[in-house]
């Protein structure tokens, strides 16, 4: 496996590098290789956040501690999770679905009631 990147952005591979911040090659988080194919089937926008989600994944061990040594990913997680959000703001490409729904619960008319209830939530 590879790892290659060119600040000038020369390539799809470079442009995805940048956004994500997989800029060295020392603890990178993506093979060249897993860049190309995912290229391959989605624009370079999609990639990027199919990249930042691929980089959270990684993100999400759980936290141990061994005699002197203490890892927690928790800060790296929130900053990648930051990420994504303004990334996919920033190149206008859905993050996935969210639902969310309301109901409006009926009300008698002869009741005291100021206005509609709203359950948020509701399937």
Known sequence: ??????????????????????????GHYLEDETIQALLLSSTMEEVVIQSIRYVLTQLSQPNFTQDWLSVDLKTAREGFEKLLKEKAKELGVSTGATATSSISLPRRADSYEEADRVVDGAP
Do not use: N, Q
């Open 1 to 26: 496996m590879t790892y290659t990147f060119d600040p000038a952005l020369t390539t799809e591979k470079d442009f995805v590098r940048f956004h994500i911040g997989d800029t060295s090659s020392e």
